[in-house]
Structures are given as C-alpha cells and as structure tokens.
C-alpha cells in the first residue's frame, strides 16, 4: 500500500466510521499515547525491564498500526502530504548525514 492510499484509506474510514476527526490537539494527545504504549513493549520485551504478565500478549504490530493510525490522521487534518514529506525528509538526511554516520566509531566499532 503506498502511503496516499493510506491517507485515503483513514479518510475514508473517519467519514464513514469515525464520524469526524477528533481536533489537532486531541490526536496530538493520542499519539503521545499510543507512542508511550509502543514504548511500555519495547522497554520490557526487548529492554531491561522486566515484562509484567498483563504485558506479554499485547502485540506491537497493533500498537505502531495505531501509532500510524493517529500520524495519518493528523497529516489528513492538517493537510499533509505524508509521502512527499517522507521523500523530502529523506533527502534531506541523505544530504546533511552522507558520510556522518559511516565515520562514527560508535557505530562501525
């Protein structure tokens, strides 16, 4: 799926089940949420943290899925163009980062 057909998608679906967008500054919020539920995973699954029991089921598919959900809609509210965006941004770091990350010791060592 490219990423406008996503858009479209998520569109699509908030006319036709959501109702409407919840405003900016709710999906804002939302994503704070769900971007600290995707990191709740990862500190326990693959970081030091111990998992607890409650834990061990939820799927991190989901949780970056519902992450994307609420970028999108975002993009979609603010008129956002996320593919086009990503290409900019990737040529931008492409740019700026050429040869940063190929001479960091931290990193080859």
Do not use: P
């Amino acid at each position: 799926m490219e990423i406008s057909e996503a858009q479209k998608i998520v569109d699509q679906w908030i006319k036709e089940v959501g109702v409407r967008y919840f405003n900016e500054l709710t999906n804002l919020a939302m994503l704070t949420e769900e971007v600290g539920e995707v990191a709740r995973i990862i500190a326990r699954r693959y970081g030091e943290q111990s998992e607890k029991e409650s834990d061990k089921n939820k799927d991190l598919g989901d949780e970056l899925a519902d992450v994307l959900f609420v970028l999108i809609c975002l993009a979609n509210q603010t008129g956002v163009d996320l593919e086009e965006a990503l290409k900019k941004n990737l040529d931008k770091k492409t740019q700026r980062d050429s040869t940063r990350h190929k001479e960091n010791k931290k990193l080859t060592d």
